[in-house]
């Protein structure tokens, strides 16, 4: 069965979207099938993001979604911005990180952290013309990212910046970068400071691209600061604040990650349904043996809970209400059930499963990295742990 055979069904209804919200995540999903469809395989072989697709994001307003018409944005909600980041993993999870990183990282981070000087300069960019990337994670720091070595000394009225960072989603398209560095080791984590720095930047340099197992098509660089100079007005938030910002906009992240991997449990759903339908095996298709239809009903029941998870913890951040759990609670499961469908979908389709021409394996390769980014499952269980003995 060929990959372009396989436009999905429409997704069920979830009670908690509203109708407009479910209308612009079709329209993102029948752009996907028709645009990314066809370059998602090729893509993944290469490593690499077709640019013109970055462009179109733009161009379809994707990647400014919460920001304030105003400053160039769509003026919607978060809740839009996890049903487009779903509805474009069920095409291609590497674009929906692009889109991902962009609106519920750096925008948000702008959007809620930076003066309105900073805002009014960077925003309009980031909706129209510029990628953003989210600089944390060093080579010595991962799970306990406040551990990060990079250093921002006071210099006059700038900051230079020195020391490096590991894995940095979008680095290669980028053209703005939200770096967390030190501005007083003293203060341990109370010194990181999030600064705005600008690609190409004397002292910035972007560094090596890694050759992954999932996502191929979303670039993933290395990137080292050597007396970067950044100027005072470029700092996000206050100086010393930077881990709040890290911590609160990871935990708007996660519900991302979560409806990421959700589209790519659909996704794995979806051309499964339609492969046990057409696959005949002992004079009748697969699709007619109790055991393949209970396996579709697990998947799909597995993947209406992660769905809800998911769209609750959104719900609960537009409301302005506690979400650290129900984001950790989202991601954490969500990963577990791409992982999950995935792995069933691939098996349902036997050897084709395990072979580059059907999409599965790749899709397996996809869901992986959700158990690792923006925090290993380890860290979202110890999320959910302490607000369990909290309430305990
Ligand atoms: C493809 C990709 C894209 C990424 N994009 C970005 C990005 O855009 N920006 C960014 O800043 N970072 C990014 N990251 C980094 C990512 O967030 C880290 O890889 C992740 O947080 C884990 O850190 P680590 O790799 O250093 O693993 P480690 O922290 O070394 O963890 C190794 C293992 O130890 C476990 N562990 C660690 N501490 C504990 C503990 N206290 N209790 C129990 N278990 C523990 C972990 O769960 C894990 O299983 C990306 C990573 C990848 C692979």
Known sequence: MPVAETVAPPV????????????????????????????SMEMDRANQMDPALVRQFFDLDLMGIEIPEELGGLG????????????????????????????????NA??????????RKYLPQLAKQKVGSYCLSEAGSGSDAFALATTAAKKGDRWVLNGGKL???????AELFLVFANADRSK??????????ENGWKGFEKGKKEDKLGIRASSTLALSFE????????????VGEGYKIAIETLNEGRIGIGAQMIGISRA??????????????????????????????RMDMELECARLAVYNAARLKEAGMPFAREGAIAKLKASEVAEYCTSRGLE??????????????????????????????FMQLNTIAKDVLKRG
Request: glycine residues 6%; negative net charge.
């Open 12 to 39: 069920p209804p979830l009670s908690v979207l509203t109708e407009s919200e479910r209308e612009i995540a079709e329209n993102v999903y029948q752009f996907a099938a028709e645009t990314i469809a066809p370059k």
């Open 76 to 107: 919607m909600n978060f809740t839009t911005s996890i049903a487009v980041i779903e509805a474009l993993a069920r095409v291609d999870a590497a674009c929906a990180v692009v889109v991902d990183v962009q609106n519920t990282l750096v925008n």
């Open 110 to 119: 702008l959007l809620r952290w930076a003066s309105p000087e900073l805002r």
């Open 167 to 173: 894995w940095i989603t979008n680095g290669l398209e």
């Open 188 to 197: 341990g984590y109370k010194g990181i400071t999030a600064f705005l720095v």
């Open 227 to 238: 007396d970067l100079e950044v100027p005072e007005e470029n700092v996000v938030g206050k």
């Open 268 to 297: 794995a759903l979806d051309y499964s349904a339609q492969y046990v339908k057409q696959r005949v095996q002992f004079g009748k298709p697969i699709a007619e043996f109790q055991a393949i239809q209970h396996d579709l009903a």
């Open 348 to 377: 349902l389709l036997g050897g084709y499963g395990y072979v580059k021409e059907y999409p599965m394996e790749k899709l397996l390769r996809d869901a992986k990295i959700g158990k690792i980014y923006e925090g290993t499952s």
